[in-house]
């Protein structure tokens, strides 16, 4: 696959285009810029909600970025939501219900179009006072539907607690995680970066055999399958976790290493 060439470049943000400090490499910047400048589209697949992604726009500021691992497509330039996947308050109340059936200590939080509302126990660990961000009952947030539900457990251990919500859920919602914390992120069933990828991959005509993907975390791997078992590129950071590293076809530097822009440069 020496002269394999992209058609389309799609990137995890946390721990793979960003460096730990929130910021994007000169060397990314300038690499992103020539495959752009080629015709080849930038696409961003986060767990990132929509309000999270106004400064990756000074990086990459046209086009799709899939967001809330696949449940938004959000237009990065006129930063407008697209499309959006949501759970229904039915499932909502059935997934909350039994989580804290089963387990009393866990707080919920909910994302739905810029805004991020949370029980009063439950801790944010960023934008606590940012616009959007504020507090309310269980019972409020369940009111409407909601592109993704965050479950938290400040007592459990992160395997544990991760094994318990996706047991509870089964096959009436999609749970990722892309945190070192006990923290769920609770989707739609069926949703996933792959299915929010495809649907710009299509938009734009490229198939998966075109597609080079790079990700780090286990919210990644839905997108490495899609890609890879297509006959395209599904790229681990050196620094990924185990899983990603073994469902990899290629592995590169890690984030701080400039390792997006050090594959795309072999190419």
């Not at 997934?95 to 179009?113: C, H, K, N, S």
Request: proline share 6%; charged share 25%.
């Amino acid at each position: 696959m020496s002269d394999w060439r992209p058609g389309l470049i799609a990137t995890d943000m946390d721990g793979t285009l960003l460096r730990w400090d929130d910021t994007v490499s000169a060397a990314t910047v300038e690499e992103l810029g020539r495959w752009r400048a080629e015709g080849v589209p930038v696409v961003l697949a986060t767990g990132r909600p929509p309000r999270w992604m106004r400064k990756i726009r000074e990086v990459v500021s046209t086009g799709t970025a899939v967001c809330c691992n696949g449940a938004v497509l959000l237009d990065l330039e006129r930063f407008e939501i697209l499309d959006e996947v949501a759970l229904q308050p039915e499932e909502l109340r059935q997934i909350t219900t039994e989580l804290r059936r089963q387990q009393p200590d866990m707080w919920f939080a909910v994302e739905y179009g810029l805004e991020f509302r949370h029980e009063p126990t439950y801790q944010p660990r960023w934008d606590v006072d940012a616009p959007g961000v504020g507090q309310a009952t269980l019972e409020e947030m369940l009111r409407a539907p909601v592109a993704k539900l965050l479950v938290r457990s400040e007592t459990m251990p992160r395997d544990a607690f991760v094994e318990l919500v996706a047991a509870v859920t089964g096959d009436t919602a999609t749970v990722a995680t892309s945190s070192p914390d006990a923290l769920a992120e609770i989707s739609a069933p069926g949703v996933t970066k792959a299915t929010g990828l495809a649907r710009v991959a299509e938009a734009h005509g490229v198939p998966p055999a075109d597609i080079v993907y790079f990700g780090d975390m286990p919210n990644d791997l839905a997108a490495f399958d899609w890609v890879r078992q297509a006959g395209g590129r599904a790229v681990a950071m050196a620094h990924a976790h185990p899983d990603v590293l073994a469902a990899a076809t290629d592995v590169t530097l890690t984030n701080e290493q400039d390792g997006l822009a050090a594959f795309l440069r072999g190419l």
